[in-house]
């Protein structure tokens, strides 16, 4: 047996299933197609997770788009995490051309210009299905993961959920995190929580809502909300039975890793705890591709990669199968790339010694062959080429194998604007999920307590305020009432003065002037008759004593 013989028996073998299966394309020898080779992928293990990866430019959109399209001809829902904002053109029929029939003839398919159902959905300020979920959805757990908190602080925020618990407190946006944060530091609130709940340290709230706010710069604040998606509306099928093809549109959240993360860690806990557990069924519900899947690697937290890997075991018995793109597998955290059963992997591109290095680790991650030097190979596959290895219906991995990947039927070009919101105002979804509410949350009700206990607040400060002026004020009159006793005091000793002085003008003056008078006119006539007679002494005493008589009488009439 040659060895192209050995290599179809190998691959034949390898690639032949007795369920159904879904052909990506043809197998490859020493550079060139091999008829009677193709590779396949077997539907029933496709929840088995998978990997997408090489360098750009070397064909991992068109093989996602290819998998989207051979998934939803299936009935198979797709959910793409479109970071580049390339998918969007397979909403709309392909265009053949020379290249295209050429690779149709190698593979030995058929090729067919063809459109898919398509959602397109947003968690940022572009227009699409809004994605949306409430604080209370995500948990105390997940929120603590989210903003990379401690154990002390993920405790405080635990009993912060179930102190809005109790007292009916509906947790749906960041505001309404942030505003029971707030409360907790007012009198009322500290006391109400202090109460049932233990102490809280104003320090732990306020890290606790600095990264709130961290989170809310990057645009949360558009993720949380209601209306809370319904992640069973990611299932629909249209009439012919194919399955949506759901597009998150994610280009302008590229420098935002904490809100992609969030969102990512959201959506996937959510599916696993609304879908029911499936088992082992010969196809999975839905798949999800997560392009750029180092977005959410690079800047996760420990806790948030360790809850990324439980969630990745444990999502493939609801039916739903993940798989992850990006330029090389180094990208992905260990843990979670042993979990993944497809790997597809485009060529690698080795620039300098650590690319080179990564190369050798990177072939060692597939399965060993005889049929090629993998680490030399990788660096010289061509556009839409790839080494493939898949798990069988028994789990166990096909052989790796240099393919020829299949072009896709849609349009490999994006959509322009007008074909876009044409395409969203064709949704029955966005209208269900268009508009933002806005319930009495926790931020209304404790708006009012802070509100009312500031009301009351200043009501008290106003009536102190109110009894301080009307003190002053008392005390005011009482400095003017005595003032006023005083000067009517001094008023009328004024008064008695000028009366006394007026007396004294008009009674003894007069009176003195007069006896002054007489006093002269008798003393002269005294002094006369005591010429004659002597005793002038004794008359003029007794004048004296006769005028002073006289004034008395005058002075008291």
Known sequence: MTNQE????????????????????????????????????????LNRHGLIAGATGTGKTKTIQVLSEKLAENGISVLMMDIKGDFSGIAEPGVTNPKIEERINLIGTTWTPKAYPVELMSISAQDGVRLRATVSEFGPILISKILDLNDTQQGVVSMIFKFCDDLQLPLVDLS?????????????????????????????????????????????????????????????????????????????????????????????????????????????????????????????????????????????????????????????????????????????????????????????????????????????????????????????????????????????????????????????????????????????????????AAQQQADIQAQAQQAKEQAIAAKEQEREAKEQAKAAQQAAKEQARAEKDSVTQKVIMPAVRSATTTLTNTVIREALRGKKGGGIASTSNNVVRSLLGSLVRNFLK
């Open 6 to 45: 050995q290599f179809i028996a190998t691959i034949q073998q390898g690639y032949t299933f007795k369920s159904d299966a879904i052909i990506i394309g043809e197998a490859m020898l020493e550079g060139k197609t091999v008829t009677e080779a193709q590779v396949k992928i077997p539907l029933k293990t």
């Open 176 to 452: 309404d995190l942030k505003k029971v944060l707030q409360y907790l530091i007012t009198d009322d609130g500290k006391a109400a929580f202090e109460k049932e709940y233990g102490l809280t340290s104003p320090a732990t709230s306020g890290t606790i809502l600095r990264k709130i706010i961290e989170l809310e710069q990057q645009g949360a604040n558009l993720f949380f909300g209601e209306t809370s998606f319904n992640v069973n509306d990611l299932l629909r099928k249209n009439d012919n039975g194919y399955g949506y093809i759901n597009i998150v549109r994610l280009n302008d959240v590229q420098d935002k890793p904490k809100l992609f993360s969030t969102f990512m860690l959201s959506l996937l806990a959510e599916v696993y705890q609304t879908f029911p557990e499936r088992g082992d069924v010969d196809q999975p519900e839905l798949v999800i591709f997560m392009d750029e899947a180092h977005l959410v690697f690079d800047n996760a937290s420990k806790a948030l990669k360790d809850q990324l890997e439980s969630v990745i075991k444990l999502i493939r018995s609801k039916g739903v199968g993940i798989f992850f793109c990006t330029q090389n597998p180094t990208d992905i955290p260990q843990s979670i790339l042993s979990q993944l059963g497809l790997k597809i992997q485009h060529a690698l591109r080795a620039f300098t010694a650590k690319d080179r290095q990564d190369i050798k680790l990177t072939a060692q991650n597939y399965p060993e062959t005889t049929f090629y030097k993998v680490e030399d190979l990788i660096t010289q596959m061509g556009i839409g080429e790839a080494f493939v290895s898949a798990l069988n219906e028994k789990g166990i991995p096909t052989p790796l194998v240099h393919t020829l990947m299949t072009p896709p039927q849609s349009r490999m070009d994006v959509l322009n604007e007008t074909e876009i919101s044409n395409l969203i105002q064709k949704s029955s979804l966005y209208s269900k999920y268009k508009e933002t509410l806005d319930p009495e949350s926790a931020f209304e009700i404790l708006s009012k307590k802070i509100n009312q």
